[in-house]
């Protein structure tokens, strides 16, 4: 069955450290999104792509990056890790712009000490 | 500016009808959803609305007015699993085809 798969699923790194979160998935979706959940604001939009070698800003965006080799994984990197990064990560995908439904990975949990 | 409003949390009892409401503030308008998430899980999709109007798929249904910037779900036969947050997210049309503004979900307790 396709699916959409993130590892690690826990990862706890120290301040000042790259960490890079990986995003996986085997529907052929054009489009992949990163966000990250944070009590009492939902789920916000950190980078987001609409295909290979596209990739644009959310709106927290800053302190990270994403890059879209192929079709199936948006690697999302944390290039200085800072405790205000610590949170639960989803990627998310859909197959087309306008109307489809986006479909989110199981998280990853991010801990920076 | 975008916001979406939603409770922060709601209590039920099981076999109930509940209601959870959603309103709406962003920049465009291109279709409303609402998903589901237990606790330590993925978000999971449950329904969307574009036009006016009530969706019906089981014991979820889900209503949208576009003048008012309303939305609900209504849960109908409240079942212990049905314990989860309830998200609401609109799609924007400003800035992209595809992205989703989401509000901070509801959080519903369903006692026995």
């Known amino acids: 069955d396709a699916e959409i798969t993130q590892s690690p699923r826990h990862k706890i790194t120290e301040t000042g450290r790259q960490v890079t979160l990986a995003c996986h998935q085997t529907?052929?979706?054009?489009?992949m999104f990163w966000y990250r959940q944070d009590l009492g604001h939902g789920l916000r939009l950190i980078h987001y792509?609409?295909?290979?070698?596209?990739?644009n800003k959310g709106e927290v965006s800053d302190g990270y990056s994403v890059s879209r080799s192929n079709t199936e994984d948006l690697p999302l990197t944390l290039e200085s890790a800072a405790s205000s990064q610590t949170s639960v990560y989803f990627c998310?995908?859909?197959?087309?712009?306008?109307?489809?439904?986006?479909?989110f990975g199981p998280g990853t949990r991010l801990t920076v000490l | 500016g975008q916001n979406i409003d939603q409770p922060t949390e709601m209590t039920a009892t099981e076999g109930a009808i509940v209601q959870i409401n959603c309103t709406y503030q962003?920049?465009?308008?291109?279709?409303l959803f609402w998903y589901q998430q237990h606790a330590g899980e993925a978000p999971t999709f449950l329904s969307y609305?574009?036009?006016?109007g009530l969706e019906e798929k089981g014991r979820f249904s889900s209503f949208l007015s576009r003048s008012k910037g309303y939305s609900y779900l209504l849960l109908k036969e409240l079942q212990m699993k049905d314990s989860a947050s309830y998200l609401c997210?609109?799609?924007?049309?400003?800035?992209?085809?595809?992205?989703?503004?989401f509000g901070a979900g509801t959080r519903l307790a369903v006692h026995p």
């Open positions: 997210a609109v799609r924007g049309l400003a800035g992209g085809y595809n992205k989703l503004i």
């Open positions: 962003t920049s465009g308008f291109n279709g």
């Open positions: 529907w052929n979706h054009n489009n």
């Open positions: 609305n574009v036009l006016d």
């Open positions: 792509s609409y295909g290979v070698q596209d990739t």
């Open positions: 998310a995908s859909s197959e087309h712009r306008g109307t489809d439904t986006q479909y």
